[in-house]
Structure formats: C-alpha cells, structure tokens
C-alpha cells in the first residue's frame, strides 16, 4: 500500500533510510526462488503458503506500477510461477476458496490467460455462504464473525477491483454486501 500511495516511497527507522521497493523486489525475488537460501518452498496441499500467496497476489497487485519495472519480465514470471502453484491444489471447505481466487485475479489483471473457472468456483461457493446484511458463514455449518470483514471482504472486494467488470451483477453485490456490513460494525 505504502508503494501505491502518493506520498513519500521511503521509510526511516533508527537513522536509517529503508526503500520498501527494494525490499520488497529482494523479498519476492528471493523468496520466489528455487536455487535461493531464503526460496519459501513448494507449495502443497492444504499449507499456510497457498494464504501467504493471496497476501502476496494483492501486495503485487497494489505496488504494480512501481514494482513490476523494478521486478523486471524474467522476476516477475518467477514470482507469478510460485504464486501459481496454488492453482489445483486442495483448500480448506472455508474462506480459503478465496485464496486460489486472488492469485488468478492478479494473473488476469496483468493481462495472463486464466480460465474463468479458476476464479468463479471461489467467488461463487463465498456466496453460497452469505447469510445476509453483509455476513458470511465461513463455511457450511460454520460459525461467522469479525473475520467477514477482514478476510471475506478484503478477498472479495479485490476481486470486484481486479476483475469484476466480467461479472457486473456479483461484482455490485459484493460491493454493496461489504457497505452494508461496514454500516453495521
């Protein structure tokens, strides 16, 4: 956020300038790669990395105008060939439908081919969970809370950003889901 922002790209801390850019294009290059000490690892099943990726889709997304030129063509189908490992891998019944989603989102948005199955099969079991007045269960039978907001939205009103304008009717459902439960918290 601090990257997409108009303000100031730096940081200081104890004296020192940092440049969230460049440790952000380290982070990702290194962490995206396999013959790198620092490289996060394959990504399976069911793992703690198929949130992270999610996390990092949106970062990307986001910081793309600066950080995509610093990451370079050869960097950034790394990172995007990491990212992608979520694709066909197994989830949890629950919010984590939207993780595969966003990583499939910020593919699309920089213009990759990505079947619509990859993203519609997330947004549409998010809504079979929607109990109304911008709530959602996470998942069947699943208790809901304060997460809605901070993981059912944020994931779903990306989505709407990113690519919604393909889905206009879900999209202004989602947008205005997340208004009516912001009026309630």
């Not at 850019?21 to 380290?26: A, I, M, Q």
């Not at 990583?103 to 990759?112: D, H, K």
């Not at 304060?146 to 990113?162: M, Q």
């Amino acid at each position: 956020a601090l990257l997409a922002g108009p303000g100031p790209h730096t940081l200081t801390h104890d004296g020192r300038t940092l440049d969230p850019l460049d440790l952000l294009v380290r982070g990702l290059a290194d962490g995206t790669d396999p013959a790198h000490p620092a490289y996060w690892g394959d990504i399976g099943d069911m793992e703690q990395p198929i949130v992270e990726a999610a996390e990092i889709a949106f970062s990307v997304w986001l910081a793309r105008e600066r950080l995509l030129p610093a990451l370079g063509p050869q960097r950034t189908d790394q990172v995007l060939a990491w990212l992608g490992q979520v694709h066909g891998k197994r989830v949890y019944d629950d919010n984590w439908v939207l993780f595969p989603v966003a990583v499939a989102c910020l593919e699309r948005g920089l213009g990759r081919p990505i079947d619509d199955r990859l993203v519609d099969e997330g947004i549409d079991t998010m809504f079979r969970w929607d109990v109304g007045d911008g709530w959602y269960t996470d998942g069947d039978g699943h208790a809901f809370d304060r997460y809605t907001g901070w993981a059912v939205h944020w994931h779903l009103l990306h989505w709407a950003a990113i690519d919604g304008d393909r889905r206009l009717d879900i999209r202004d459902r989602v947008r205005a889901s997340a208004a009516t439960w912001l009026r309630d918290l």
